[in-house]
């Protein structure tokens, strides 16, 4: 679908700005049998909507903002994506388009800065144990996540902002898999000056995925030179470890090599990225918690009491 370019006659023309209709996502090129990947997909999200989360101390105050912002990353992203290719619906209105980039990375960045807060906790719970209830408050939780949903709602905003400066007069054909960011100002790159977007593309990355990887990395630096012998330190940081592994690695490493991976490889690598987390973020830190174990605990002696009890009953 190289071939779809803008139509003078169809565009939007405002003080010189020209905005197409539609534009086409071409998703993955030249792959056979590309559904059944589409609905291992849909299976991945199903999961990630069903999976649980605990909710109680003010450590999961930023657990339920996790939850929150995994949930609703999936659903702006995964339903259409399926909409988009299952049922070959590949045009997207420029609004629509706009729309779909916020969300979606809004959602991303939350994600990020979730993880970071979570660190952050573990950080102040194991080098600060004493003062860690004066810190890691409910109050202190809501300020830090409040903080964080507005200067990522700010990021994201401008860089839809600065999109809707730009002409596209030339090809209409994302090379994604949704409205990503980068495939979509480039293509405004004949008509329009695209450095601002371009700062932004390189300053987000840095903002929302290299920083705070950094930042996690040096708390568990601190972590594991404050306590390296005593396992219950190790026990309680391996699932958040496990979950910083799964979103910045797969992105990060993309990000990097960007230049050099091939669209179809790029697609794939982002598209599980953003649905992998979302499914093994509830399982793999829930069920690592004291309060889900006891729960379980609880729930199982329960129904096997009730079953021993059911036979005395019934004679």
């Known amino acids: 679908m190289s071939y779809l370019t803008s139509d003078?006659?169809?565009?939007?023309?405002?003080?010189?700005?020209?905005?197409?209709?539609?534009?086409?996502?071409?998703?993955?090129?030249?792959?056979?049998?590309?559904?059944?990947?589409?609905?291992?997909?849909?299976?991945v999200y199903i999961i990630s909507l069903v999976s649980p989360y605990s909710l109680h101390s003010p450590k999961y105050i930023a657990?339920?903002?996790l939850a929150f912002t995994d949930m609703c990353g999936s659903t702006a992203l995964v339903p259409k994506l399926l909409d988009t290719f299952l049922f070959s619906r590949?045009?997207?209105?420029?609004?629509?388009?706009?729309?779909?980039?916020?969300?979606?990375?809004?959602f991303l960045t939350m994600q990020s800065f979730n993880l970071t807060i979570l660190s952050s906790d573990r950080l102040v719970a194991i080098c600060c144990p004493l003062r860690y209830h004066m810190v890691v408050t409910h109050?202190?939780?809501?300020?830090?996540?409040?903080?964080?949903?507005?200067?990522?709602?700010?990021?994201?905003?401008?860089?839809?902002?600065?999109?809707?400066?730009?002409?596209?007069?030339?090809?209409?054909?994302?090379?994604?898999?949704f409205c990503d960011h980068g495939p979509l100002f480039r293509l405004a790159s004949p008509c329009s000056?695209?450095?601002?977007?371009?700062?932004?593309?390189?300053?987000?990355?840095?903002?929302?995925?290299?920083?705070?990887?950094?930042?996690?990395?040096?708390?568990?630096?601190?972590?594991?030179?404050?306590?390296?012998?005593?396992?219950?330190?190790?026990k309680t940081c391996t699932s958040h470890l496990i979950l910083v592994a799964i979103f910045y690695l797969p992105i990060n490493f993309t990000n990097f090599l960007h230049?050099?991976?091939?669209?179809?490889?790029?697609?794939?690598n982002?598209?599980?990225?953003?649905?992998?987390?979302?499914?093994?973020?509830?399982?793999i830190y829930v069920l690592k918690t004291e309060e889900?174990?006891?729960?379980a605990k609880k729930l199982l002696s329960k129904r096997v009491a009730q079953r021993a009890v059911a036979p005395v009953q019934s004679t």
């Open 8 to 43: 003078p006659n169809q565009t939007e023309n405002t003080d010189t700005i020209i905005r197409p209709p539609y534009f086409f996502i071409s998703g993955f090129i030249d792959i056979p049998h590309m559904k059944y990947y589409y609905v291992f997909l849909c299976f």
């Open 63 to 65: 657990v339920f903002n």
């Open 90 to 106: 590949q045009l997207i209105s420029y609004n629509q388009c706009l729309a779909s980039l916020f969300f979606i990375f809004l």
């Open 139 to 177: 109050r202190s939780m809501f300020q830090l996540t409040g903080a964080a949903w507005m200067f990522a709602g700010f990021m994201v905003l401008l860089g839809v902002c600065l999109i809707t400066r730009l002409s596209f007069c030339r090809s209409l054909v994302i090379n994604s898999y």
């Open 193 to 234: 000056d695209v450095v601002p977007n371009t700062v932004i593309s390189y300053l987000g990355p840095c903002i929302v995925l290299y920083f705070p990887m950094v930042f996690i990395i040096s708390s568990y630096i601190c972590i594991t030179h404050a306590l390296f012998t005593i396992t219950l330190a190790v």
């Open 259 to 268: 230049s050099i991976i091939p669209t179809n490889a790029r697609i794939i």
């Open 270 to 283: 982002l598209s599980l990225t953003s649905v992998l987390p979302p499914m093994l973020n509830p399982i």
């Open 292 to 295: 889900f174990k006891e729960s």
